[in-house]
């Protein structure tokens, strides 16, 4: 079904640095732009100064000059455009009715201490006021749905799922990388040692320290623990005592990423709470097996495709390990569920379920180029979790 109303995407990302939400808002836009592609139509990319374009066919990207960050979004964006709008990262023109806002999760209030008292503060004001002004809200899991609704004081019933998807792992090429091979070579010690993988994160929620914390056990079945992304400061910010098996190699490419995937023993994600998790999703559709927490979005995206582990049982999690190690039936099951799981969530279907929101909500846009303050409907779309 082509979309009946003309729209535009929210095109703040491409000049944000790149996390789970702004890949997620490449990803779709990409997905929508084919799709458009192939029905004979375009759709806008409006962003600020200095964005990079995607290059999408399908989309057309715009320059709207005039400020940046959240004063571009709150005040430049909707007073040029007056068509219907999608924004995928979280945050949208708050008195902008003919819209859909895709919230990624409910991490500000369930995970404060992760974030700066000045995000919290926007994110807590800001959340609410689209929602109470929202014609449709999704998210992406079912998990997400039910925390933003008691956050945010609507239904979880009126809120759909738009989750993320995993193909474009398959953009990305191993026999590319350059930081993690040049890591191994200059370690000739640890070539024969097996590695468990974990991306770093200075958030309090992604549990890395317990991780860590299992350095000892780790070394005694000469085992590797690998940390990539986040920043070199880490361990400072975690008052961590590193051992001498845990490598901090720093941010990295995707290629890089798809390097430590194919050779890892595992991926380890311990989060406490995640509204998505989509290195788990792109670790099992690239054959990486995983052991997960056992919390919060985890398990649904997850399905039977991983080991789980409590989030602070660390005996749990060197037994997994242990088994790993010990079986490669094991590890070859874990596989080919993994890639199995991972073809369940897809950019195209989240993509298509946009655009089927877009018309649902029937929101036309007023042919003013002012804001209306006076009757706001704003289409919230959650996005957090996958399904």
Known sequence: MTSAHPFAINGRFLNQPTTGVQRY???????????????????????????????????SLEIVEGFSGHLWEQTILPRFYSGNLINLCNTAPAFKSNQIVCIHDANV???????GTGFRVFYKTLQPL???????????????????AKHLHINASDI?????????????????ANKAPAVFLQQKDRSERQFVLALGSVARHKNLSFLVGLADKLSELNVDLVIAGGHADIFASEKIQC??????????????????????????????????????????????PVISTDRASLPEICGAAALLAPPDNPQ??????????????????????????AKKFSWLNTAEGYLEYMDMTSIDATTSTEPSYDSIEIAVVIATLGR
């Not at 209030?109 to 974030?115: G, I, L, N, V």
């Not at 759909?160 to 590319?176: K, Q, T």
């Not at 080919?336 to 799981?341: A, P, S, T, W």
Request: glycine share 8%.
């Open 316 to 341: 749990i999690w060197i037994g997994h390990i242990k088994a790993l190690l010990a079986s490669n039936a094991l590890r070859g099951e874990l596989i080919e569920r993994g890639l199995y799981q």
């Open 160 to 176: 759909a799922i738009l989750p993320n998807g995993h193909e474009h792992v398959f953009l990305w090429d191993s026999n590319r």
């Open 109 to 115: 209030f369930e995970a404060p201490e992760s974030y």
């Open 130 to 148: 689209l929602v109470r002004r929202s014609a449709k809200i999704a998210t992406v899991s079912e998990y997400s749905a039910t925390r933003i």
């Open 25 to 59: 808002a490449l990803n779709v836009s990409r997905a929508l732009g084919h799709t458009m592609k192939a029905r004979g139509s375009t759709a806008k990319l409006l962003a600020p100064r200095d964005a990079k374009d995607p290059g999408v066919e399908g989309l």
């Open 243 to 288: 051992a001498s098996n845990v490598h901090h190699i720093g941010v990295v490419t995707d290629h890089d990423l798809a390097y430590l995937f194919e050779r890892a023993l595992c991926l380890a994600f311990p989060s406490l709470t995640e509204g998505f998790g989509l290195p788990v999703l792109e670790a099992m559709a690239l054959g990486c």
